[in-house]
């Protein structure tokens, strides 16, 4: 991904969705989109019209961090906007290449790490990276996100929400589960440009899904730390559950997620079912590997 192309990209794309009413702008005369124009814009951000029309043709380089905050109050940009904005211009820089951990090319949890997900016993959890690849979970999550690992997603969230048609099923509003998906990818983009196994599947998802592209068109970005979710899943059916996503200090790059239940709720009985079900098959299985 070119960084002045995505910065380009970016900008353009929240002064369309940007309406003169919204920023106390009047209306005069006929306007050709129903976004703010570049001059509407400068003058938001109190920088000159030639200096902002420089910025959204994607150069970055140099760009204060008070006129970036400035942009970014022109633009309402919410807090995941803004750490995008703020990324696209380390980027241009030359100094976004995050300082992470080098990791083996075969990465896996530590065993600290395997016996604090496998103390969470009544909800799913699990790790993940910025691509979204399923790197660790506990027996739980492994049940629950079996037809992640079973099929074309490989592992990976964005590969099973987009190739694995089954996915319209697990996520009951499966369009808003995508407009996530993508927003996720976009924001980690930012975060990190040079990182080729993204770039790759990005690539794979823009050639094999249109659905893919079209959001990935959008340049949205999101936070994504706690929430609600509905599933279904197709051994227990409807579930509710909140979810809390924590970064892991240890593992830069890496978050661990947790989805609970509300105490007493239909939700919880389903899932207590599902435990139930992942521990008899982890039993099995045990069984099965010390017999053979």
Known sequence: ????????????????????????????????????????????????????????????????DAVLESLARALRLDDAEREHLFDLARAA???????????PKKWGPRDSLTRTLDAIVLGPAFVRNGRMDVLATNVLGRTFYDEVFDGPGQGNLARYCFLDERAQAFYPHWEA?????????????????????????????????????????????????????????????????MYEGMELTAEPGLSLLVYTAEPGSPSEERLRLLASLAATSAARQQQKERTE
């Open 1 to 64: 991904m070119d960084a002045r192309n995505e910065a380009r990209e970016f900008l353009m794309s929240r002064r369309a969705n940007l309406t003169p009413a919204q920023v106390g702008l009047p209306v005069s005369g006929h306007r050709r989109v129903a976004g703010l124009r570049r001059g509407e814009v400068a003058m938001l951000a109190d920088v000159s019209p030639e200096y902002y029309a420089k910025i959204e043709r994607g150069q970055l380089a140099g760009v204060s």
């Open 93 to 103: 820089n030359g100094a976004a290449r995050p300082v992470r951990r080098r990791r």
């Open 177 to 241: 589960a995508s407009d996530i998906t993508v927003s996720i990818l976009r924001t980690e983009a930012g975060r990190d440009p040079r990182d080729k196994e993204l770039h790759d599947l990005i690539g794979e998802l823009s050639t094999r899904s249109d659905a893919f592209r079209t959001r990935w068109g959008a340049h949205n970005v999101r936070r994504h730390g706690s929430g609600t979710k509905q599933f279904h899943h197709h051994e227990v059916g409807d579930l509710t559950l």
